[in-house]
């Protein structure tokens, strides 16, 4: 959790929302409605997390339908150049796993680890240092960003700036969820599988506090009515 969560407290006002998800009392309605662990997934949809709920944005079969879409592009433009997949850890764990398995071609996967530093971790200030840089030359190769979602675009502008100043042979960015009414930073991808709402959004990789990156939609998280 991330620089997103922080956002999402401060846009809707409720910042005690993290402390009020963690009372154990919220992980004891967990256990009563179901909603998790993983063999209860199915109906999440529905489901009540403490005081939030989850409302389904896309299902898992949209997203597979814009994985495999995705896929068909990326066939299309590098067939034969061996590219390299970056993935920006950790929200794209999940669909980096889905496209490389897509993929009717030879890639390599690589990833790095972002977080964000300074005395208040916000979107509009954020400034933010590399975890885990690459671990091998990408010079002269042709790498794919795979990321999971551009929000503000502010990680996706650090990590082009990163990529180009170790000279590859061209940089393209694969996003399967594009939040573009949230953009602070003129960035874009060249592979965009569904636009999103503004809203937090947890599943497939993107998380509250650690939880729901399992889920396999893509759920708005909402406090109750
Ligand atoms: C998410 C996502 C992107 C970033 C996009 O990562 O994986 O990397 O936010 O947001 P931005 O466009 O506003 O920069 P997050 O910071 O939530 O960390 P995580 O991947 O470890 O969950």
Same mark, same amino acid.
Do not use: C, M, W
């Given at each position: 959790m991330s620089r997103r969560s922080l956002s999402f407290r401060r846009g809707t006002g409720?910042?005690?929302?993290?402390?009020?998800?963690?009372?154990?009392?919220?992980? @004891?309605?967990?256990?009563?409605?179901n909603v998790f662990p993983r063999p209860q997934?199915?109906?999440?949809?529905?489901?009540y997390v403490g005081e939030m709920r989850l409302e389904t944005v896309f299902t898992a079969a949209d997203i597979q339908a814009a994985v495999a879409r995705l896929a068909r592009?990326?066939?299309?433009?590098?067939?034969?150049?061996?590219?390299?997949?970056?993935?920006v850890l950790k929200g794209c764990f999940v669909f980096m796993a889905d496209l490389v398995r897509a993929l009717n071609m030879p890639v390599e996967i690589e990833f790095i680890s972002l977080s964000s530093y300074g005395p208040r971790r916000t979107q509009s200030t954020g400034r933010i240092e590399v975890v885990q840089g690459l671990r091998k030359p990408?010079? @002269?190769?042709?790498?794919l960003v795979v990321?999971?979602?551009?929000?503000?675009?502010?990680?996706?502008?650090?990590?082009?700036?990163?990529?180009?100043?170790?000279?590859? @042979?061209s940089v393209r960015v694969c996003a399967l969820f594009d939040k573009t009414s949230r953009r602070k930073v003129p960035v874009s991808a060249d592979y965009v599988g569904l636009t999103v709402p503004d809203c937090f959004l947890v599943g497939y990789g993107l998380d509250f506090d650690e939880r729901f990156r399992h889920l396999p939609g893509l759920y708005c998280l909402k406090e109750d009515d």
């Open positions: 409720t910042a005690d929302l993290l402390t009020r998800f963690r009372r154990p009392l919220v992980d @004891a309605r967990i256990r009563k409605y997934i199915r109906k999440e949809s529905q489901g592009e990326i066939e299309r433009d590098y067939r034969d150049k061996n590219p390299i997949l970056l993935g990408v010079r @002269a190769r042709h790498v990321e999971d979602i551009i929000d503000t675009g502010v990680t996706l502008d650090f990590t082009l700036h990163y990529l180009r100043r170790r000279r590859p @042979a």
